[in-house]
């Protein structure tokens, strides 16, 4: 795998267009002055996640005695339940927080951003080829460049879609990402006993 596909690949994986309504929802509650410094700092600590995960994501999961499949099915059960929230409203948003109050990692930068497809495909290209770990780190950080536009203009999508709009998306992607999260589930446990 070459730098480019590698690069397009993570952006794949990390889907920054079908996060978008995620990242309105839990921002709109924040007042927009704030939202692009909340993003940028969550953008930011999704990177370094995701970087050390490159390089010593394995290391970390062989000490934790911690499989691949684990991740997996955490993350999966994670999404499950931001997407009842994004289908089912409840005081506090997505995250559950007082209205004003500001996300912290969870859920934006992870699962959000450096989700578990994300960091296990990044523990797959490290162990891939141990000597092209410069190629690897151009590949994450286009992929990350690339996210964080997108993502950084949710608020002139909020513009466009206005707070209907925003809703009715909100719902829809709500739908999806249960969808995801269920087959992540699933892929973890089938990965899990198939490995025995």
């Known amino acids: 795998m070459d730098t480019w596909s590698a690069a397009i690949t993570l952006i794949l994986?990390?889907?920054?267009?079908g996060n978008l309504p995620?990242?309105?929802?839990?921002?709109?509650?924040?007042?927009p002055?704030?939202?692009k410094i909340v993003l940028a700092r969550e953008l930011i600590f999704s990177l370094i996640i995701m970087f050390t995960f490159l390089f010593s994501g394995q290391v970390v999961l062989d000490f934790l005695n911690v499989r691949q499949e684990s991740v997996s099915i955490a993350g999966g059960i994670i999404l499950f339940l931001i997407g009842l929230k994004m289908i089912?409203?409840?005081p506090g948003g997505i995250t559950g927080l007082p209205s004003g109050e500001e996300p912290f990692i969870v859920p934006l930068a992870i699962p959000m951003i450096a989700g578990p497809s994300v960091l296990a495909a990044l523990i797959l290209l490290a162990n891939q080829d141990l000597s092209r770990m410069l190629d690897w780190s151009l590949a994450l950080g286009g992929a990350w460049l690339?996210?964080?536009t997108i993502l950084m203009l949710s608020g002139t999508f909020h513009r466009l879609l206005g707070e209907r709009g925003l809703t009715a998306i909100?719902?829809?992607?709500?739908?999806?990402?249960?969808m995801i999260s269920i087959q992540m589930l699933l892929d973890g446990i089938g990965n899990y006993y198939s490995l025995g």
């Open 13 to 17: 994986i990390m889907d920054p267009l």
């Open 22 to 31: 995620v990242f309105m929802s839990v921002l709109k509650s924040i007042e």
């Open 33 to 35: 002055k704030r939202r």
């Open 88 to 90: 089912f409203p409840q």
């Open 146 to 148: 690339f996210s964080a």
């Open 170 to 178: 909100e719902r829809l992607m709500g739908m999806i990402l249960i």
